[in-house]
């Protein structure tokens, strides 16, 4: 190295233990490590003893800690962007009413629909930024968030200029439209036609750059197959990549329609069969488990983990953060439920959340730490990683870094 490159970092912190997950398996820790970045990327990964020079003549700032850095969490599918809440339907629920019931009577998504359409843009950003500081403060450093409350042109542009706006606080955003979640009064009875206009509002907000990806609620209270086609179809003629709300309360076949679009990830996955399984791994879909919604609705079917393991189809874990199904705060959390309810093993639901998160996302440049890779890491005070998993709730993390810049 120059003597040049040996004053440019940024920033340089010595002394914790490294989960870099920089390869197929393992946490790939480096004990004793320094870590160190300039502008938004990461420069140096490596242990200590491996530095080129003194670390004060390697950066401006140098850090002494503890403990260990994994990578920033990636947090791949929220639906963080609402008003209201849905804590009387909880209720309701607990006192024996489905959550498809509830749906079918006008409430569930309708009901958040109700209270995101009466919110203007700014009383909707002051509703859904706590949440997102939330996220951060449990280590998120990219979120995706999906549309899907406003129905209609206008609201569905709301919650997507909301959700670029979220940008603000520092973290990588990742806007999905996901108008095809529930049928707006509006449209009762019409289906199609609601999907002929949710298609052409598609093209509008992507021409405004506020899309990224493009989801589907495929289910008996959602849409069909034919119309998530549809919606699919509308995506690829745009280039956008599509994810799908698969297979959660029944088996329509949804994973394996997602993969056949070269789908990012099929998200749920609860009933999804052996053959949609084999569809995934060949075309590279992501299965995005959401062991929030699985906790509040209190499902029994468990997804096919062990096919998925079996036939190498990666696992992401996220929180699925939304007002009804998964009022979940933390993803660090969901790590927690999927060990315990899927029994992932903790390396597995850290890389759910990192390595594989980021591939659900399309995302190449995070998720491990690796020089080159983007500066996004956070600093646990934790003895291992499987603590990560293992304490619910808690201050965990001690410095939340994304692009370079502290945001925690
Ligand atoms: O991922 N399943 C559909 N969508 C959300 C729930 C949204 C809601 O109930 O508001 C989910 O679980
Ligand atoms: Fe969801």
């Known amino acids: 190295m120059t003597a040049s490159t040996h004053t440019a970092w940024d920033g340089l912190i010595l002394g914790a233990s490294l989960a870099t997950l920089d390869a197929p398996r393992g946490y790939a820790d480096i004990s004793d490590g320094a870590l160190a970045w300039r502008d938004d990327r990461l420069t140096f990964v490596g242990p200590r003893s491996e530095l080129p020079d003194a670390p004060h003549r390697l950066a401006r700032e140098v850090i002494e800690t503890r403990g260990w850095i994994t990578p920033g969490l990636v947090d791949c599918h929220t639906h963080l962007v609402f008003a209201g809440d849905r804590a009387r339907e909880f209720e309701q629920r607990l006192q024996g009413a489905s959550y498809e019931e509830i749906a079918r009577a006008g409430g569930g998504i309708l009901s958040t ?30 979120v995706e968030i999906k549309s899907g409350y406003g129905l209609d042109f206008d609201n569905e542009r709301k919650m997507l200029r909301v959700a670029r706006r979220l940008e603000q606080l520092g973290i990588s955003v990742r806007t999905t439209y996901l108008a095809a979640h529930a049928l707006p009064p509006e449209f009762a009875g019409r289906g199609d036609e609601y999907i002929d206009a949710a298609i052409e509002w598609l093209g509008r907000l992507h021409v405004e750059g506020l899309v990224d990806a493009v989801d589907a609620f ?97 696992m992401a874990v996220a929180t699925d953060c939304n007002p ?76 939340v870094h994304a692009g370079g810049h502290r945001v925690r």
């Open 113 to 142: 629909v109700r209270a995101t359409r009466a919110a203007d843009e700014g009383e909707l950003l002051r509703q859904s930024l706590p949440r997102a500081h939330a996220l951060i403060a449990d280590g998120a450093t990219t």
């Open 218 to 314: 495929c289910e008996g209270i959602g849409f069909t197959p034919a119309q998530t086609t549809r919606m699919f179809q509308a995506a690829r003629a745009l280039d956008l990549p599509v994810k799908l709300h698969a297979d959660q309360l029944s088996d329509l076949g949804g994973a394996a329609l997602a993969a056949a679009f070269n789908g990012l990830s099929a998200d749920h996955v609860e009933h999804t069969s052996l053959a949609s399984v084999r569809a995934m791994a060949l075309h590279g879909t992501v299965a995005v488990l959401l062991p929030g919604a699985f906790h509040v609705l209190r499902e029994t079917k468990l997804p096919p983990l062990d096919a998925f393991r079996e036939h190498g189809v990666p």
């Open 324 to 399: 009804g199904t998964s009022p979940l705060l933390s993803l660090r959390h969901a790590m927690q439920l999927a060990c315990t309810h899927f029994r992932l093993t903790p390396e597995e639901a850290l890389r759910g959340a990192t390595v594989h998160a980021a591939k659900a996302l399309g995302l190449h440049d995070r998720g491990v730490l690796r020089a080159g890779a983007r500066a996004d890491f956070v600093q646990w005070n934790i003895g291992h990683p499987s603590e990560l998993c293992y304490w619910l709730g808690g201050p965990l993390a001690t410095a």
